[in-house]
C-alpha cells in the first residue's frame, strides 16, 4: 500500500486543498463546535429545565399564602427573626426567601443542572456523537459548565427577583429592616440583594464544580444529582456538631449564610471573604478532578 509520499505531486496538492492540515475535514474548527448559543437554546427548550425554573418563580407564593394562613400580623418592635421581618415588605421578604433557600433549594437547582450536563449526554448515549463529530473533550466540558453556569444564574436571579416582585405587590415597599433593628435606605439598600446574590452564586460554585465531577463520572444523572446534594447535607450536619471546633471552618457549607453579615449596620466581611475563598479552592480542586477523569474516561463505548 502505498504512502502519501508516494503520490504524485498533483494528488499531493488535491489532497491539501481538500483536507485541514491535520487531516481534519474541509471546513472543520474544533473552536466552532458545540456553539454555546445552540447548547443554551438546547437546554433551555427541555422540560426539566421549564419545570425548575417554574418552581422557582412559584415557591415566593407559596410561602406568602403560607404566611397569610399562619397569620401575618406585623411582628413587635423587637423582633429579631428574618421571618418575622419578612412581612413588612418586599425587601425583608425577598432576603429571608433566600435565606430559607440557600442549604437545600438552591443546592439542589445548582447541582441538578451540573451533574446533569455530561451524565444525560452520556445516559442518552449522544455523548459518542458528539466526540465522533469531534468536540474536543476540553471544550464539550466547558461549554456545558458554562451552559449549567448561566442556567444556575438564571434560576438565582429568577428566584431573587419573583420574591421581590411578589413580596412587594403584597406586602408593600419600604427600606430593608435589619434583625438589630436598624434600617437601610439609600443605595445600600438597593445594593444588599445584588450583593447577597452574588456572594450566594461564588458560594454554589463547589457544589457546581462537585456535580460536574460527579457527571462525568456516572451514566446517570439522578445519581450526580443525589451524590452532590448529599455530601451538601451531610457537611451542614457535620457542621451542627459543635463538638469539632474548629474543623468545621474546614467544611464547603459552613460559610452558606455569611452575606447575612450584609444585613449589619457595620459590617464584617471576615465571614463572607473566608467563605468565598472555601468555595473557589474547593472549586479548583473538584473542576480539575472533573477535567483529568473526563479526558481518561471512555466516552465511545
Known amino acids: 500500500m502505498r504512502g502519501k509520499s508516494d503520490l504524485a505531486p498533483e494528488a499531493v496538492e488535491e489532497i491539501g486543498r481538500t483536507s485541514g492540515a491535520d487531516g481534519s475535514a474541509p471546513g472543520y474548527r474544533a473552536n466552532r463546535t458545540l456553539p454555546l448559543n445552540v447548547e443554551l437554546r438546547r437546554q433551555l427548550s427541555r422540560k426539566r429545565t421549564r419545570v425548575v425554573l417554574g418552581c422557582l418563580?412559584?415557591?415566593?407564593?407559596?410561602?406568602?399564602?403560607?404566611?397569610?394562613?399562619?397569620?401575618?400580623?406585623?411582628?413587635?418592635?423587637?423582633?429579631?427573626?428574618?421571618?418575622?421581618?419578612?412581612?413588612?415588605?418586599?425587601?425583608?421578604?425577598?432576603?429571608?426567601t433566600l435565606l430559607l433557600c440557600t442549604h437545600l433549594l438552591l443546592v439542589l437547582t445548582v447541582a441538578l443542572f451540573f451533574g446533569d450536563a455530561v451524565a444525560s449526554e452520556s445516559s442518552w448515549a449522544s455523548l459518542r456523537y458528539l466526540a465522533t463529530i469531534p468536540v474536543p473533550r476540553h471544550r464539550l466540558l466547558r461549554q456545558k459548565a458554562i451552559v449549567a453556569g448561566l442556567l444556575s444564574g438564571l434560576g438565582l436571579c429568577v428566584l431573587a427577583l419573583s420574591a421581590l416582585a411578589m413580596g412587594t405587590a403584597w406586602y408593600g415597599t419600604g427600606a430593608l429592616i435589619t434583625p438589630d433593628n436598624g434600617v437601610l435606605t439609600g443605595p445600600w439598600s438597593a445594593f444588599v440583594l445584588p450583593a447577597v446574590c452574588g456572594y450566594l452564586a461564588v458560594h454554589l460554585t463547589w457544589v457546581a464544580s462537585l456535580a460536574l465531577l460527579f457527571s462525568v463520572s456516572t451514566s446517570n444523572p439522578l445519581a450526580a444529582v443525589g451524590a452532590s446534594v448529599g455530601i451538601s447535607v451531610l457537611s451542614q450536619l457535620l457542621d451542627n456538631i459543635s463538638r469539632l471546633g474548629e474543623l468545621r471552618l474546614l467544611l464547603p457549607t459552613h460559610h452558606a449564610t455569611a452575606w447575612v453579615d450584609l444585613l449589619d449596620s457595620r459590617i464584617d466581611w471576615t465571614s463572607m471573604a473566608n467563605g468565598a475563598l472555601s468555595a473557589t479552592v474547593y472549586a479548583s480542586v473538584f473542576t480539575t478532578a472533573a477535567l483529568v477523569r473526563f479526558q481518561r474516561s471512555d466516552i465511545t463505548s
Not at 62 to 86: E, K, S, V, Y
Open 57 to 96: 418563580i412559584a415557591l415566593p407564593a407559596l410561602l406568602i399564602a403560607a404566611f397569610a394562613l399562619g397569620g401575618d400580623g406585623r411582628p413587635g418592635q423587637r423582633a429579631t427573626d428574618l421571618g418575622d421581618l419578612a412581612v413588612l415588605n418586599g425587601s425583608n421578604f425577598a432576603v429571608f
